[in-house]
């Protein structure tokens, strides 16, 4: 992929509110008939952003540049409901996400509706698309793993037994993995079949990350971190901490995982390198491509640190506005910018922020009344997309 530098604006477009109606004028799509397939699937699109970290490593990395953005809004689109999960973009440019009260959409890249289909429960976790172009999500309510063709009809539903916090990650041969609330974790085939499930210890909020070798790593809210080999069986296991956030994996295979503290993790037995105490953390670990660490906390900062553990620079956002980052992992562009969203204290205001790689402030820009958990996406033109649980920034 070739770096792009163009100047445009970040887009704002998941700013939604669950009391504003849907105004965009293109038919709701409901039909669950079967679409042709395209291709047949062996792993991710080769888009800009088609899975939660861009990558199955949840390095965050983009491999386009953002130089040109200003923070210059470009549009909005209103869903039905709080979009708390994150964006993925298609080959074709298509936007992709679901929000609390059970809908899924797809927008084209001006920010018209294509089609959306209400599922069985809310989504708050980010889609992951495969090569073929089929679509994956996960809801709550037990209602499953959904995957949609890309016309916007429903290929399978694949019911987990549990509800789904978990964005799924697709492995290159195309196996589809994500955890459960109170049901384990899952690899499924692209047909919808199950290929195994594995008995975690504790219900699994965070999303998977899986090697250059296939090992798949993904940790448990009672505190237990696994690595597991790609037929289901167990690597390793080491109890750390709750995790909230996901795993993410170095160019050299070091494992981060926030847990407590910032972990850093030998693949091959689980064994810690270092640790670094963040504060609490609700988000996943970013990488850039000099393997710099970002990560934001609930205690109000923002962490850039060395592979080695030590802390390269940290904003303190406490003094400013009690900001505190919650679900937001951060979006890295080619050229370094850092993007993440953040929530001022009781709910009065939520930003979209962009850091230099130096810790200083590029811009920031209010987008929401109340809280920004989404995390962003970059788009190859260097557009920024991000949702929120409301629209109206001004009133605050």
Known sequence: MINKSLAVGIIFLFIVSSTIPMVIGYETKT?????????????????????????????????????????????????????EGGPVIGDDGTIYFGDRVWYFYALYGDGTLKWKYRTGGAITSTPAIGNDGIV???????????????????KWNFNAGGSIYSSPAIAEDGTIYFGTMGDGFYAVNPNGTEKWHYDAKGDIISSPAIG?????????????????????TLRWEKSLGTMRGSATIADDGTVYIEAGKLYA????????????????????????????IYIGTS??????????????????????????????????????????????????????????????????????????????????????????????????
């Open 31 to 83: 039909v669950i008939e079967e679409e042709p397939p395209v291709l047949v699937s062996d792993g991710p699109m080769d888009s800009a952003w088609p899975m939660f970290g861009q990558n199955a490593r949840h390095t965050g990395r983009s491999p386009y540049s953002t130089a040109g953005n200003t923070g210059v809004e470009i549009w909005r689109f209103t869903a039905e409901g709080p979009v």
């Open 212 to 232: 250059d070798d296939g090992t798949v790593y993904v940790g448990s809210h009672s505190g237990y971190f696994y690595a597991l080999h790609a037929n289901g």
């Open 265 to 292: 993790l030998y693949p091959n037995n689980g064994t810690v390198k270092w640790t670094l105490s963040v504060g609490p953390a609700h988000n996943s670990p970013s990488l850039d491509e000099d393997g710099v």
């Open 299 to 396: 205690a109000f900062k923002f962490y850039a640190v060395y592979p080695n553990g030590t802390i390269k620079w940290t904003h303190d956002f406490y003094d400013e506005d009690h900001a505190a980052i919650w679900g937001s992992s951060a979006a890295i562009s080619a050229d370094g910018t850092i993007y993440f969203g953040n929530s001022i204290s009781g709910l009065h205001g939520g930003y979209i922020m962009a850091f230099n790689p130096d810790g200083t402030e590029k811009w920031r820009k209010l987008i929401a009344t109340d809280g920004v958990d989404s995390s962003p996406c970059i788009g190859e033109d260097g557009t920024v997309y991000i949702g929120s649980v409301t629209d109206d920034p001004g009133k605050h």
């Open 136 to 154: 994956y999500v996960g809801t709550h309510q037990r209602a499953g793993m959904y995957a949609f063709n890309p016309g916007g009809t429903l």
